[in-house]
């Protein structure tokens, strides 16, 4: 039986990049606030020590710093004609846990994604008609580009993004993306000095009439004191960021940006190592009066509150929402229900180049140190003559020449012994890689739901991930392949290797942590959980905040528009929720 | 609710005063209130997250472990029980109510210069605090230590209560920054060169000391190991904040600057930087360890390992995060307790409002044996203009040991 204690004015569940954001908004705007946090606190000079932060077998291999399965897993299948099966092992995305959540562990590429990408559904039908997009169930956000543009920029500045800007206040700037929306001032930062790698894809890529520009990046390429006065420091390119925490105080994250500030408050209380079971609701099931979670110790408690932030990774917060009982979820046979709709991924493939006489130093590297293309990204070009929608940004951002995983072999190599060696002795510093990073778009059948079979320690049932690539994405990818393999036959390598994106998804191998929807945001509740203040319809002194609000996912990283969505639901909370408690959109 | 007892108890112990009684209760209140920010009270009387003033900090002196008192006005275990007289007479003698003689660990050396005006207002806050119920075994030294009588000769040989006697010469600034330094900051507490019965050598004021495993850095001009490089806004800006363009306030410092200078009006900040840059230091040159010896050489490995992604290739760190040890007087001090310390356990710099990120080195104990810290903090004080004594390894050692016995 949990037992009750005093209440707060909120209560956040889940302080990774959103619950650190939202808890210091409003514990300045003077409410008291608690984040339950079911993994552990984390200390940059503790955890991750200079001496140990590198350890690749332990936080790469081992992946020290990610959730573990036993803790909570999904099951997973590619149709729904399928029995789902659990995932014992994460592989192909790998969600984080503790203060500070995936964002402890990113690569730090920031993206704004493109205004088309926001009003998506209306965009595309208005530009190729509706039966190009009959096979999709993608939606509009209910919020624009211009409306959120204030909140990318402050999470920029909050985490001190190294960029070029290519679009600021409608004028085109050299060296920055020509394609993206309009940005009213330049990035915090300098973009980061460029290593060889990115520097000869670029060449290749201008030399066939491509529009590279510097990755945004979280990993600092200055010293620099954010608005609220913490400072970071300058990103030393060690090539230990994704998996890894930073012992540098060099990638944004909610311990070198918000938590040193938000620790200090008397209005804030994070508990740590505490499991949150479910919302729970009050008679008419309309109202959430508090959370009951589960402490280190094993004993349960009750937190009311009167304000309820699911902060939890994306996936999480859809689990979460449907274990209380907020929203109805959705059934793909009849198309109702919104809580586990619209659940997308990301569609990505590489392509690797051998050369014989260039030295690309890879353990020179940060996780987002690196230059893009965006030419082929959403609807940044004319998609008349093709047989699909979306794109993809292609990217050579060489993460790591971390000793483990980065051996780049030619096809046919052995997997192991003396040839093997060798040819990776060979390769190790003369291969170039770069990859398409691609729009995943919403079907009927990609959907996330409870799993009627198997369920997690505490006897909730697990979620079910109902998945598998659309063909309108895996025709984009293929395209999009095409596009660099032209970029990689500019660079004449001895040999060009290219990894096409093909179905089915398969969760074992590592592709990509960007699980985006499930709790979407939009202005038809029959269509979405969330009303476009990422307010709950149903139960409205809930929010849900993350990518679960995408409506689909775009050919960029989330982590940005993720960071600029806190914003934007902190200011809703503050200037209109407080105001006048409720629906802040009628249904 | 407890505002309004404040008040009240401050109305009845002014009352009690009599001379005062005319006077501005908050003006007085609020001066007593600055006394304690300026004596760094809490220091030792709060307990991180306690009762304010309620007592319970633990000094590991030399000569043993003494807890801080509780100072509230709980008449069974604090001061309720005090006149203002016995206050006075304490700060002044170090005898307390009922005669009993405080250890100087209690600074009241430095606090009898304080003026009985500023005692007076001090006593007037501390009474309008909320009494706390927490009785404090204070003294908790071993024998002989423990013998209160025994500080009779100890006053005798080192104790000359005196007021503050301004200096004619110097400007209304100096006279104001040497009674805070002298009198109610207490900085020679930590910073002056001790004798072996601990008591200050007056001769050598604030040219640093080693106490509670951490090195308290000369303050003087000295131009290599005191304030000498560093201007009036260096100094006001790391008292203010913690930090400036060479440093980061960490260990005992840090709750200084958390404490008290941080809550030090612009005006004293300032009063205090002029008295310590007007302090002389000696100009004795020093030359640096041949960057070709064996422990420079071994030294410069380390710290391109496991130093240089922080501190810089050329230790230039980074303003308010990774402290410069290029032309850092702190590196360069008589004394490297400080330096090995932070190595061997880490160290977590203290947080401000204006500076609050709190940026933490990581302990290396693990990783570094004593040779490896030696060698590595002798190139660091040796390197890049700086120029200090070798570390010996032995020193680590000592410190490994007294740090993993906990003392």
Known sequence: MARKLPPKDVVIVGLGWTGAILAHELTEAGLDVVAIERGPWRDTATDFNIGYAPDELRYSVRRDLFLQPAQETLTMRNTSSQTALPMRDFGSFLPGTGVGGAGTHWNGHTWRFFPSDFNLKSHLTERYGAARIADLTIEDWGLSYDELESSYDRFEYLAGISGKAGNIQGKLQDGGNPFEGVRQREYPLPAMQMSYAPTLFAEGARSIGFHPFPTPSANLSKAYVNPLGIAMGQCTACGFCERFGCANYSKASAHTTILPVLMRKPNFEARCNSEVLHVNLDATRKMAKSVTYVDASGEEWEQPADLVLLCAYGLHNARLMMLSGIGKVYDPSTGEGTVGRNYCYQTNAGVQLFFD???????????????????????????????????????????????????????????????????????????????????????????LDLDPTYTDRFGRPLMRMTFDFPDNDIRMSHWVSDRMEEIGKALKPRQMVSSRRQKSWNSVPYQSTHNTGGAIMGTDPKKSAVNRYLQSWDVPNVFVIGASAFPQNAGKNPTGTVGALAFWAADAIRDKYLRNPGALVSA | MRLSFAFAAATALIASFGANAAENQFDQLERGRYMAVLGDCAG?????????????????????????????????????????????????????????????????????????????????????????????????????????????????????????????????????????????????????????????????????????????????????????????D????????????????????????????????????????????????????????????????????????????????????????????????LTQQADATSLIRVVLAGSQAGATHAAPTAPAMPSLAWRLNDAQVADVLTYVRNTWGNAATAVPAEDVAKLRRQLQSGN
């Open chain 2, 234 to 329: 260096d100094i006001t800006g790391y008292l203010k904040t913690g930090t400036n363009r060479f440093d980061i306030a960490s260990g005992p410092m840090a709750e200084v600057v958390s404490n008290s200078t941080s809550k030090m009006t612009d005006a004293d900040l300032r009063a205090v930087a002029v008295y310590l840059k007007d302090l002389p230091g000696e100009t004795q040159t020093r030359s640096a360890i041949a960057a070709d010896s064996a422990a420079m050489r071994t030294g410069a490995a380390i710290y391109a390992d496991n130093c240089s992604a922080c501190h810089g290739g050329n230790g230039e760190g980074t303003p308010k995060l990774f402290p410069r040890l290029a032309g850092n007087a």
């Open chain 2, 44 to 232: 030792c009387h709060t307990l991180p997250g306690g009762a304010p003033f309620a007592g319970g900090v633990a000094l590991q002196t030399p000569f043993g472990k003494l807890v801080a008192p509780n100072i509230t006005p709980d008449s069974e275990t604090g001061i309720g029980n005090w006149s203002a007289e016995d206050f006075r007479r304490m700060m002044k003698t170090g005898i307390g109510h009922n005669g009993i003689r405080l250890y100087p660990a209690m600074p009241y050396p430095a606090y009898s210069r304080m003026s009985d005006g500023d005692i007076g207002d001090l006593w007037v806050y501390l009474n309008a605090l909320q009494p706390v119920k927490n009785a404090v075994v204070a003294n908790q030294l071993p024998f002989p230590f423990n013998i209160r009588l025994s500080l009779i000769g100890w006053n005798w040989l080192n104790f000359t209560p005196a007021d503050f006697t301004p200096n004619p010469q110097k400007s209304a600034e100096w006279n104001r920054g040497a009674y805070i330094v002298e009198g109610p900051g207490h900085c020679g507490v930590c910073h002056s060169p001790k004798t072996w019965m601990g008591a200050d050598k007056t001769n050598v004021a604030l040219a640093g000391e080693v106490l509670q495993g951490w090195m308290a850095p000369k303050i003087t001009a000295a131009p290599r190991d005191g304030l000498g490089q560093w201007s009036l």
């Open chain 1, 357 to 447: 006489d260039k030295n690309f130093n890879p353990f020179i590297a940060s996780g987002a140190l690196g230059q893009t293309v965006d030419d082929f990204n959403g609807d940044a070009f004319d998609h008349g003559s093709v047989d699909f929608v979306g794109g993809a940004g292609i990217n050579c951002i060489p993460t790591n020449g971390r000793p483990i995983g980065y051996r780049p072999v030619p096809p046919g190599t052995p997997r192991w012994g003396s040839a093997w060696k060798k040819a990776t002795a060979e390769n190790y510093l003369s291969v170039l890689g770069f990859s398409s990073q691609g729009s995943s778009y919403a079907t009927r059948g990609n959907y």
